[in-house]
Every structure is written in structure tokens, then in C-alpha cells.
């Protein structure tokens, strides 16, 4: 007996294991029958999620703890039992704004302390000349992208509330809103970063590794009630995303992983663009620049489908910092309850010790996370913001 | 805001839909309604009218750029999503069925919103119903040509009659549990190959 499921993703390479698992046969052979249901918007992924149009869905981390909390929208416990990528995203800066930056950086352009403080000084020039603020475009206010924009800007002394604008926009239009002026920056995940690129729009200024050595970036959400009625069709789906991503991880696979990805109804793109994002060799510059990050994209390796709660202790942390959320130790445990590392060690039969994970975050600046003192922890950023 | 008609955007890339639900909500006796098609500066937009209700179509990616309204606290007014009030199902369900959203600024009665949406979705379905009857007259006009096609094939390759060579089409067609037009493309197709 074959069981169907309708899965809501958007069209992006974070989305490979869930697509790899479909249309590889893993889904089939788990003897699921999924249906993935492209979408336009973080907002219809979650609504159609919520309202039990979707079983599952790709989900942007942020969104799936905010649901479960009930921020700014309806609360829906989400249950989040597989991650599928971490880090992915870059931060792609108009040939203007690459000029001015590069024109007051001291140091290294790969370190992301030297980016923010030459910002800050661009910034500065800026208002002291009567320019408009600076703009910079992200995909959703409760995004991994707002977050490491701000983390990255703010430790240079650039806050990002004051200083330059912040602005959502849908990930296919930031390429041409770059193009336009419309925006100056922009953080997002691949394709879109290298298009720009390719387009000779932009300069990828940062890798989000950069800023953060291990970030979770979207996961495999379910209705927390769901979860609970339908453990084996779970069990069999976070098995099936396990063999995908275990297969997109291997060398001899990335072509034909990047071949299924680049399909027009999935992520829609050339498959030399997907596999530059899946080996992490990306072109940054219009001039041909190639630069190389065994840490890009993680969608198998190092432990990377395991949901990890400290991730989500972090990304609450930062929706307060950020005055999304009021600090509080239940708001806390709540967040961290929608990583489920024990529905990811039951469906795979591991006993939850990993071999090869590496620490959690790995910010580049302030303290190392903690999550027992967020409070604490927060203290250490001057620049923050308080719940109105 | 009193007892006044309520001021509402429709945000939506499709002239023609909009013009359909615009009309509408006129007729109804809602006059004040904003029709934006520019998806740049949106959220400007919005903030300079300052609406009491939003309508954005599901197919929007600009639904995510209405998400900063929940944001941004220097917004006069906040507005809710429709999908906050979980006790209604049934009209969250024809909505997302329709392909239509809605924000609502905090305060408007819920018995002044239910109208609006109503008519929202009906004029939805009904331009949904348009666009799939011009779609299957299309391909409708598209497959005669191809069953025009392979008649021919089949009238010069078997000697048939027009006539014959559509029963043949017919007949396979009835066997094979497929379309007439299906039949005509595998022969166009295979004649195609076979060339």
C-alpha cells in the first residue's frame, strides 16, 4: 500500500533532498507517494502547512519555530524531525556598493568583520553626503537571511534598523530589483546569488559560512499533531530524505543530483548553476573569480540532517534581539521543541551520538553561543532591540 | 473608520482579474478600492493608502513582502492575516481553493470582512472558470489541427477516405481508453520519425 503525500517547497537547491527523494524513487520505495507542489511564497507554504492542505513541507527554520510560538500569525506547532541544509545562503552586493566597500576595507574581503566595518564607513560617507540609506533585500522577516544580514552589519557597527533599510522581497525578484537599484544587497539562498553573478548584477560578497560556521538553514516541517498521529509515514519520509541526501553528498552523484534539480517544474535553472551551489564552487565575481568553500551548501555531510536544538535556541535568540519575540524560559523551550532529534534517531535507528559534527553556530563575532543564558548572551551585542 | 465603506487594495499582477473583482466590490457598494499591479515599492504604496482590508492573489510571490507589515512598528495600524481566525474554517478552505488572500486591519468587524471575501472568492472561481474555458477551446482548436494532420498521414499512407480515416482515429481511440487527439499526436509523432 502506497501512501499519498502532498509536500509544499520553493524552488531552491536547499530544497534537493526532498526533491532527490521523490524523484529518485526513495520516496517510492519507503512506499510513500509524494506529491511536491512548487510554490511562490514562504507565506503560502506555511498557510497551506497550517491549514492541513500540505503534510509536509520545505521550511524556512525561523518559520517553522515562529509558528510554534504563534508570532505575528496564527500558532501552529510544527514538528521538525530532519534539516534539510545548512548554510547555503550568500550576501550579493550591487558593483556600486562592492567598489565603495572595497575602497575602505582594511584586511582580508573574506573576513566578515572587515566587510561590516567598511560598511559602516561607506554608511557613514553616505549620510554625511545627504545619499539615501542603503537597502538591502531578504526573503522573509522570520529568515535565516534577515538574521545573518543583521548579525553580519550590526557587529560593524551598522544598525540595521537605523541605518539602512531592510526589505523583503520574493527570492525571484531580487536579481532584478539588484539590476533596477532597487535594492543595493542582498542575502539569499542559491540559484539566485549566482545568477546575479552570471547576469554581471553583482559581486557575492559574503558565503553565509562566513559569518557562520554551522547554521541550520531550512528543515522538513510537519503539523506537530501530525507527527504524532502519523509516526511511520514520518519515519518513512525523514528515511527517504536521509538516502537523498546521502546520495546528493556523493561526488559520482552531483550530476545527476544537479540534472534532477535543474527540472523547469522543480528548481527551474541550469544544472551547471545547481552543481556549482552543490560542490560549493561558486563564481563571485562578473570578472570570472571562482571561490571554493567545502562549507557552502551542507545537505548530508557533517552531520547536517540532525536537528540540532541549540540551532533553534539561536534563531529564537535572535528574534529577540531582534524584537520578534519577548524573552522567556517557555518561549525558549518551545522553540528548541520543534528540532526533534529523537524522530530523526527513531526513523533511522541511530542512537543520537554523532561521529562528525562540529560544535554549533561558530558566530564570528561576540561570545560563543549559550544557549542556558540568552540574556546573557544577548548583553554581549550593542546593538539590539527590545520588544515593543 | 465608522460605518463608512471600507477602503480596500487588491493587489494583483492580473488586469483582467482585478478588473473582475473590482467591479464587483462596486457593485456591492464597496467604492473605495485600490487596484496595484506594480509589485516595486508595494509596501509604500500600501502605507500611503493606508488600507482597512488587503486582497492578494495565492500565485503572489509579493505575499511575503506583505509579511513586513507585521513588522514594522511604526506602522499606524496593524493589520491581521484572514488565516489567524482558525473558527472559520470553511472560508479559509474556498479561499486558499479560490487562489485568493486576505489582510485585514485590526478593528474592522468580522461581519463587515465576510461580504468582502465572499464576493472575493466567487469573483475568483468565476475568473478561474473564464481562463479554464479559453484553455480547453485552445487546445480544443489545437487538437483539430492535429487530428486534421494525421487524417492526412493516414488518407496517403492506407488510401482511406476522410471520412474512414477518422472512424480509424475513432475506434483506436475507444480501444486504446485515450483521447482522439492523443491518437493524432502519436501518429504525427511517429510519422515525424519514421521520415
Known amino acids: 500500500m502506497t501512501i499519498p503525500l502532498r509536500i509544499g517547497f520553493i524552488p531552491l537547491c536547499d530544497a534537493a533532498a526532498l526533491i532527490v527523494a521523490v524523484d529518485k524513487g526513495f520516496a517510492a520505495a519507503e512506499g510513500l507517494d509524494v506529491t511536491l507542489v512548487r510554490e511562490v511564497s514562504w507565506s503560502n507554504v506555511r498557510d497551506k502547512l497550517n491549514i492541513g492542505l500540505f503534510d509536509a513541507a520545505h521550511l524556512l527554520a525561523p518559520v517553522a519555530i515562529a509558528s510554534s510560538l504563534g508570532l505575528g500569525h496564527v500558532k501552529v506547532p510544527i514538528a521538525a524531525p530532519f534539516n534539510l541544509g545548512l548554510n547555503g545562503n550568500a550576501i550579493t552586493v550591487s558593483p556600486a556598493l562592492h567598489a565603495a566597500i572595497m575602497a575602505e576595507i582594511s584586511g582580508d574581503p573574506v573576513d566578515p568583520m572587515a566587510t561590516a566595518l567598511a560598511l559602516a564607513r561607506v554608511v557613514a560617507k553616505r549620510r554625511k553626503s545627504g545619499a539615501e540609506p542603503l537597502t538591502f533585500g531578504m526573503t522573509f522577516p522570520f529568515s535565516t537571511h534577515n538574521y545573518q544580514l543583521r548579525f553580519w552589519m550590526a557587529a560593524g557597527g551598522v544598525d540595521p534598523d537605523e541605518d539602512v533599510r531592510l526589505v523583503v522581497l520574493p527570492p525571484p525578484y531580487m536579481v532584478d530589483s539588484l539590476a533596477s537599484g532597487h535594492v543595493d544587497a542582498f542575502c539569499v539562498g542559491a540559484p539566485w546569488n549566482s545568477v546575479a553573478v552570471d547576469l554581471g548584477v553583482g559581486h557575492i560578497l559574503h558565503f553565509v559560512a562566513d559569518i557562520l560556521v554551522r547554521a541550520v538553514e531550512k528543515v522538513l516541517a510537519v503539523r506537530q499533531d501530525w507527527s504524532e498521529k502519523n509516526p511511520e509515514v514520518l519515519a518513512a519520509l525523514v528515511r527517504a530524505a536521509s538516502r537523498a541526501a546521502e546520495f546528493i553528498e556523493q561526488p559520482q552523484n552531483r550530476a545527476e543530483a544537479a540534472r534532477i534539480l535543474a527540472q523547469p517544474e522543480r528548481i527551474g535553472v541550469d544544472a551547471e548553476v545547481v552543481q556549482r551551489t552543490l560542490d560549493g564552487r561558486l563564481k563571485i565575481s562578473p570578472d570570472g573569480t571562482v571561490r571554493e568553500s567545502s562549507r557552502y551548501l551542507l545537505v548530508g555531510r557533517e552531520g547536517a540532517t540532525r536537528p540540532d536544538p541549540v540551532q533553534a535556541a539561536w534563531l529564537y535568540a535572535q528574534m529577540v534581539r531582534w524584537g520578534q519575540a519577548s524573552i522567556s524560559p517557555a518561549a525558549l523551550r518551545t522553540a528548541q521543541a520543534v528540532f526533534r532529534p529523537d524522530l530523526y534517531d527513531a526513523a533511522l535507528g541511530r542512537d543520537g551520538k554523532l561521529t562528525d559534527a562540529p560544535g554549533a553556530i561558530g558566530a564570528f563575532a561576540g561570545p560563543p553561543f549559550d544557549a542556558n543564558d540568552i540574556p546573557g548572551h544577548l548583553a554581549a551585542f550593542a546593538i539590539r532591540r527590545r520588544k515593543s | ?195
Do not use: W
Request: proline content about 3%; overall charge negative; aromatic content about 4%.
Open chain 2, 1 to 195: 473608520m465608522g460605518e463608512s465603506s471600507p477602503k480596500i487594495v487588491i493587489v494583483d499582477e492580473s488586469p483582467i482579474r482585478a478588473a473582475i473583482l473590482e467591479e464587483g466590490l462596486r457593485e456591492a457598494g464597496f467604492t473605495g478600492v485600490v487596484h496595484i499591479s506594480e509589485m516595486q515599492s508595494l509596501l509604500a504604496r500600501i502605507y500611503a493608502l493606508d488600507p482597512d482590508v488587503i486582497l492578494i492573489d495565492l500565485e503572489n510571490p509579493s505575499r511575503d513582502v506583505l509579511e513586513q507589515m507585521f513588522q514594522v512598528s511604526r506602522a499606524v495600524r496593524r493589520p491581521i492575516a484572514m488565516f489567524v481566525d482558525q473558527s472559520d474554517a470553511a472560508s479559509i478552505q474556498a479561499s486558499v481553493d479560490a487562489g485568493v488572500s486576505a489582510y485585514i486591519v485590526d478593528g474592522l468587524k468580522k461581519e463587515r470582512i465576510k461580504p468582502i471575501l465572499d464576493l472575493c472568492i466567487s469573483r475568483f472561481n468565476a475568473f478561474a472558470k473564464l481562463q479554464d474555458e479559453l484553455d480547453r477551446t485552445k487546445s480544443a482548436l489545437e487538437d483539430r489541427k492535429v487530428i486534421d494532420r494525421a487524417k492526412g498521414i493516414l488518407m496517403k499512407l492506407k488510401g482511406l477516405t476522410e471520412e474512414e480515416a477518422y472512424i480509424l482515429l475513432r475506434s483506436t481511440a475507444m480501444r486504446e481508453k485515450k483521447k482522439i487527439g492523443e491518437i493524432a499526436q502519436s501518429i504525427l509523432t511517429a510519422s515525424e520519425m519514421l521520415k
